[in-house]
């Protein structure tokens, strides 16, 4: 399978915990985005990468989330001190030039 | 402020019917406008896309209509399917950012 890959699907974890998530784009392309996504809403743009730089990052990405892109490849999304308001399905595209984006299967996130 | 507005927010058809999605914008920044389908539990997949200076697109049973002066889209689905049953969200780009519409469930009935 050549497409987007996100690790884990799901996660569940306690508020106050911190999560980490992991996003292996597809593997020529350069550019990588974070979207966020609340049930009965479109995807919400967070962040993005193009190679190794974090070129832009939402006003919904709080102090709490950081995100890298180590080597330009793989990314990962972590949240800090997690809140029940962060529960929401963390998607993660990528696109080779500067228009297609292609989404993984997303990671579901559930704060108890 | 909502940027990308997307109705209707459900549609039920017969299998053989042909949905229309609308979508509207106000930013004329934007410069490239997906269709993705998604299934539950599952990420969003790119379907079709168009740029402001094409008034339609086709690819297989997809079309998109395009109203530059209207600052209006949309999405039409000939001989639609039960498989066809998915959500459907409207994007569009600025830069390397895409703002979603708020999607419309459809579901196409045997």
């Known amino acids: 399978d050549t497409g987007v890959s996100q690790n884990p699907r799901h996660k569940i974890t306690k508020r106050g915990q911190n999560v980490t998530f992991r996003c292996d784009p597809i593997?020529?392309?350069?550019?990588l985005y974070w979207y966020r996504q609340t049930l009965g809403q479109g995807p919400e743009f967070l962040t993005y990468f193009q190679n190794e730089a974090q070129l832009e990052k939402s006003r919904l990405l709080s102090d709490r989330f950081s995100a890298e892109r180590p080597k330009g490849s793989f990314s990962t999304l972590e949240i800090q001190r997690t809140e029940q308001g962060d529960s929401a399905m963390y998607l993660c595209a990528s696109s080779l030039a500067a228009y297609e984006q292609y989404f993984g299967p997303g990671t579901r996130l559930t704060v108890t | 402020q909502q940027q990308v507005k997307q109705s209707p927010q459900s549609l039920i058809v017969q299998k053989g019917g042909i949905p229309i999605i609308n979508c509207a914008y106000e930013n004329t920044a934007f410069d490239y406008f997906p269709w993705y389908q998604q299934f539950p539990g599952k990420g969003p997949a790119l379907l079709i896309a168009i740029r402001p200076d094409v008034s339609e697109k086709k690819e297989g049973r997809f079309t998109i209509s395009f109203n530059k002066s209207a600052k209006q889209f949309s999405l039409h689905i000939m001989d639609s399917q039960p498989g066809d049953s998915a959500t459907y969200f409207c994007?569009?780009?600025?830069?390397?950012?895409?703002?979603f519409g708020k999607g419309t469930l459809l579901t196409v009935n045997p």
């Open positions: 994007a569009a780009n600025e830069y390397y950012k895409l703002t």
């Open positions: 593997s020529e392309h350069n550019r």
